[in-house]
């Protein structure tokens, strides 16, 4: 595969899944019709995201530990696991999503407007990372260490960021699920 036709496909699988996230944030769709009862794992999903963003954000910062000391088999293995556990997340905030349940941050004051800042940067930013860690991890993957190099420079501390944002979102708006 060449790297046109692998910069479609990320094209394409980047701009499916911010529809779908766009769309299930929206509350334009839901999969589960309204007022159905949903299996009690449902209510567990938001906990797990948070389990798997802050294991995540662990397993990156040990990757960057290992590539500086040039374990570069060690950097691969960590990378590739947190690409699934990332990958699960997507499936398990999608699932979560399109069950329609909605909770509101309560907090007031200045709290709230960190929440809310945390929170726009959160979601903007889980936008651009994807493509980012996509192609980082495909130039990783076929040992393109000079292309690897400058997107990550850019995908890593965005990646970082959001999976420890995803953790402090979890945090602060969990005292307000009705659930």
Known sequence: MND????????????FVFLVVLILQAKVLTI???????????????KLNAILNGTCSVLL?????????????THKVLNVITFILSSLFLVSYIIFHATGIKTTYGGDGTVRYV???ILITHIILAAVVLPLVLLSF???LLMNVER????????????LYVTVTGVI???????????
């Not at 589960?32 to 938001?46: A, D, E, I, R």
């Not at 190099?149 to 995908?155: A, D, H």
């Open 4 to 15: 046109k036709v692998v910069l479609r496909i990320v094209t394409g699988i980047s701009i």
């Open 32 to 46: 589960f019709p309204k007022g159905q009862q949903f299996p009690s794992w449902v209510y567990v999903l938001p």
């Open 61 to 73: 910062v040990i990757s960057l530990f290992q590539i500086r000391q040039r374990n570069i088999r």
């Open 115 to 117: 929440y809310y800042f």
């Open 138 to 140: 495909y130039s990783g």
């Open 148 to 159: 690897h190099r400058k997107l990550v420079r850019w995908s890593f501390p965005i990646w």
């Open 169 to 179: 979102v979890y945090i602060m708006i969990s005292p307000y699920y009705s659930f």
